[in-house]
């Protein structure tokens, strides 16, 4: 009799769990993936050359309109064709072409981010420096790559970052966009030193 | 399992919303004035014109240089214009004159050095002038270079203002025998034409002030 008895012991055992409410509890794990961090680095630094007068209340603009395919890594060469890429205009321009600096950005592969083109308050001299940007728009596939035109000290949203495995050609790094950077010199009132090197300073933020 | 994966994406897209991925960078550009462009006269080679026998109303030409008559050659010019149907070592005689007011003797076209930015572009702007009695309307020609090994030319100059390009570095390679250009630098030769409204004294030094203009 007593096997019996342990058996409906048991049972009973079963029976009063499901019916008290009583609860049965484990822990699981949930994994955090954070994106990389977005990053900007400089491929090209701009340089205007030895191209610019003394002259005061004149200025001198560098051309980055249509930046080449080959330098900024899309495969869209009817759009990015470097058509008067750093051409040099201006009354305080002697030279005719300047080097466009261009710089890259990474990122998540096929995401959005917004770039932000600020000027600064140049310490150097008697000058403002405007800049332009150009930045690459990737389609994420064959030949639709799109020129992002960079507003100043205005966020431009909405510029798509390469995806390799999309379709996106041309050389581009995988989360990577490329953009040039040319823009104005603008001599003040009292003009400038002749035979001395200047910097030119702006600033540049990226987010998601 | 299913529930558990639908918890782990919501989780994955959040930092997107959130903006917290960033990055600011700030950036230099570089840029570079150039010299200042300057003038002045070729030692030895101040323009003199002798031999006047004027008259009221006279003219006497000093030959214009050119690298076709009258060149001041490749040497003098800090020019290459090898190729060209130019005598490199320049014309013999060079500084002959012309007219009635002119005798017989040489004289010396002026030469003139610029000195500026390698490869700027300038404008030379020549003028009439007049001093005592003497008018003088200037003529010649500078150097124009090409950014190239030889090859170069010499710009006429007359009244007015004419285009030329200074030397640069590559324009420093050039043929044997050649004149050897400079870097920034371009050299003006000129004669020009007297013209008298007055008797002139005999054995007497007259001077006419002339500018030469340079502008980038």
Known sequence: ?208 | MKFKLNIALAAFLLPLGSQSMAADAPLTGLFKTIKDVTISEVAGNEMVINGLQMTSGDSCTLETPTVGANWAGDTLMLSSTAGAATPEAGATPYGETSGVGCSTGISVPGVYEIDGASGASVDITLANASAGGISFVPAGCASDYDDAADGDLCAVLAVGTTNIDLATSNDEVVSAGNGQPEAGKSRIALGGTVTSTIGLSAATAYVVPFDIVVTY
């Open chain 1, 1 to 208: 009799m007593q096997p019996k008895k342990t058996k409906l012991a048991l049972a009973c055992g079963a029976l009063c769990l499901g019916v008290s409410g009583a609860s049965i509890a484990d822990t699981f794990n949930l994994t955090v993936n954070t994106i990389g961090d977005v990053t900007i680095l400089q491929e090209v630094q701009m340089d205007f050359g030895e191209n610019i007068t003394t002259d005061a209340s004149g200025s001198c603009a560098m051309n980055i309109a249509t930046p080449p395919a080959a330098t900024l890594l899309t495969d869209t060469v009817l759009v990015f064709t470097g058509t008067n890429y750093g051409d040099l205009t201006g009354a305080n321009c002697v030279g005719v072409l300047g080097t466009p600096g261009v710089y890259s950005i990474t990122g998540e592969a096929g995401l959005d981010v917004t770039i932000t083109l600020t000027d600064e308050v140049q310490a150097g001299g008697d000058y403002t420096f405007t800049p332009a940007g150009s930045a690459v728009i990737y389609d994420g596939g064959a030949l639709g790559d799109t020129i992002g035109s960079l507003a100043v000290n205005t966020p431009t949203a909405s510029v798509t970052l390469a995806d390799v495995t999309g379709g996106d050609l041309g050389g581009v790094i995988d989360g990577e966009t490329r953009f040039a950077v040319g823009g104005t010199i603008a001599v003040g009132a009292t003009g400038l030193t002749s035979d001395t090197d200047y910097i030119a300073t702006f600033n540049v933020n990226v987010i998601y």
